[in-house]
């Protein structure tokens, strides 16, 4: 199954376009060195559990680790686990055995104790784990190298939100999990030394870290340790990480305008690094309370947006985007136009109009929270005010910093539509909108049906049709928009080796030539 291409360009030359994560030959690396990875900002927490943001995600898999993970060819794979669990005939019991020998940064061994204490705290705390909790009975260790899983009825989804970075399920020692965390404890290849607000997190390499065997293989197979540091520097100003770059103050920079594409090619200290297509830009809808919780007032925002205009003045040239309505490009085994016949690039604000008094939210204020660390985002928003204004919307744009963003989209009272994107993803349910604790909050008796026949249904066979009926729902009652597919572009210096091009960049298995 085709799931995502990736291009790595260098100049003009395409040196890779797969459909999978490539691996470099560790072997063939140098040890040791520091690299400065130049990120959109300040994370607003080092708790992956309580985060879906990106940044959280990217930063934290480096110290903390999963009981699974994402092969080359976003497979679920173990990590923790010593081997895939063993599930029972009628897909209710998953029993996992743990790797021994496993050591967290504080020097104590994991234990089926640890496991199971972190699972409840996932199901507790994150947004993925409170998707799941609901199908599951129990958690409890069978001995000291066992975990035993116990569901309320089938759960297909269940590995892959077990191996997602994004509210991720990772394993904690079980006497360090306080919410909110005093000290990041994990048992991955490098551990957190110092963190300076505003300045750098560092990490150091974690000298007790058991690797798996073999070779790297995407986020799973073998992790090396190559470096001996990793600085995660933020740089919110999009134009300062791209100088940035092409000074070589930075070896990897993630997330740039692609704008700057011109720029980075033929420099001698970066060059360009293009994920194609990567995902898809967002509108999530405030379904809980205020004036998004009206199904016509969602209808009538979707009714007045154009797409394409949002998209063009957000990415410029159709080498860097597309419209597509379908929540997956083609090439997913997920693709389907199911709902999205005459509900995508519209454009009409004179017919949102009509849906706007139908609302009764004529003149009513419509805070639309954005941030312009990710600059597309703040570009749609720009182009949807001025839409949405012509529909008669009082339109109010929120621009903050993206670690406000996060904090604030948790509070229903404080913003009505937030922007956001997504990487196109291996399982549909790891898609936030799905999940009912997620900030929209979207919850009726139309997503419960269609998201529970699609989550329960084990057979790969049935469930992309069964997708196509949570698209349909998705498009009637409009807890998101999605805006179309983008490319995602960032820079990596020629000196850095084994870094693959991936959603979340990785740097275990990097090196820095001398």
């Known amino acids: 199954m085709k799931v995502l291409r990736r291009t790595l360009l260098a100049g003009t ?50 110290f903390y680790e999963t009981l699974f993970t994402f092969d080359k060819n976003w497979k679920v794979t173990p990590l923790l686990a010593e081997t895939m669990p063993d599930i029972s005939a009628d897909g209710k019991v998953y029993t996992i055995k743990l790797r021994q020998g496993v050591t967290f940064h504080d020097g104590s061994t994991m234990t089926s104790a640890d496991v199971v204490a972190s699972l409840k705290r996932w199901m507790d705390l994150a947004s993925r784990g409170k998707q799941a909790a609901g199908f599951i009975a129990g958690v409890e260790a069978v001995d000291g190298a066992t975990v035993k899983l116990t569901l309320k009825e089938p759960y297909a989804p269940l590995l892959a939100l077990l191996a997602f970075n994004n509210a991720a399920a990772v394993i904690m020692p079980a006497g360090k999990m306080e919410n909110p965390l005093k000290e990041p404890v994990g048992t991955g290849p490098y551990k957190l030394k110092e963190r300076k607000a505003d300045q ?44 940035g770059a092409i000074s070589g103050q930075y070896d990897y920079v993630d997330a740039l305008p692609v704008e700057a594409f011109p720029r980075l090619q033929n420099q001698k200290a970066t060059q360009p690094v293009m994920l194609k297509p990567f995902g898809w830009p967002v509108f999530v809808m405030n379904t809980k309370q205020g004036i998004m919780s009206n199904l016509d007032a ?10 394409e205009d949002m998209l063009t003045a957000a990415f ?124 929209g909050w979207w919850s009726t008796p139309g997503r419960k049906k269609a998201v529970d026949a699609f989550n329960s249904e084990p057979d790969p066979s049935k469930r992309p049709a069964l997708w196509a009926e949570v698209q349909k729902v998705i498009y009637a009652e409009v807890p998101a928009i999605k805006i179309g597919d983008f490319n995602a572009l960032s820079a990596q210096a020629p000196k850095v080796t084994g870094v693959d091009p991936a959603p979340w960049p990785y740097f275990w298995n990097a090196s820095v030539s001398k």
Request: no cysteine; net charge neutral; glycine share 8%.
């Open 316 to 439: 410029g040239s159709k080498d860097f985007f597309a419209l597509n309505a379908a929540y997956f490009p083609k090439g997913y085994v997920w693709n389907t136009d199911a709902g999205t016949e005459g509900a995508y690039n519209i454009a009409d604000p004179e017919k949102a109009k009509g849906l706007l008094k139908k609302a009764g939210s004529e003149g009513k204020p419509l805070r639309i929270l954005t941030s312009r660390q990710y600059e597309f985002h703040y570009k749609m928003a720009q182009v949807a005010a001025e839409y949405l204004k012509q529909a008669g919307f009082a339109v109010e744009l929120m621009v903050v910093d993206w670690a406000t963003l996060t904090q604030r989209r948790t509070d229903p009272a404080l913003w009505d539509i937030y922007i956001t994107h997504s990487p196109f993803l291996p399982e549909p349910a790891l898609t936030g909108i799905l999940s009912e604790a997620s900030p």
């Open 200 to 243: 750098y997190i560092q990490l150091v390499r974690h000298d007790g870290y058991k690797s798996r065997a073999g070779e790297p293989d995407g986020y799973g197979g073998a992790r090396k340790q190559l470096l001996d540091e990793i600085r995660f520097v933020p740089v919110p100003d999009p134009n300062t990480r791209v100088e």
């Open 298 to 307: 969602r209808l009538a925002v979707r009714t007045a947006l154009s797409e």
């Open 13 to 62: 030359v395409a040196l890779a376009g797969v459909a999978a994560l490539s691996t470099a030959p560790a072997w063939a690396q140098a040890k040791g060195g520091v690299i400065n990875v130049a990120t959109v900002g300040e994370p607003p927490t080092l708790d992956p559990m309580v985060s879906t943001a990106d940044l959280v995600g990217i930063i934290t898999q480096h």
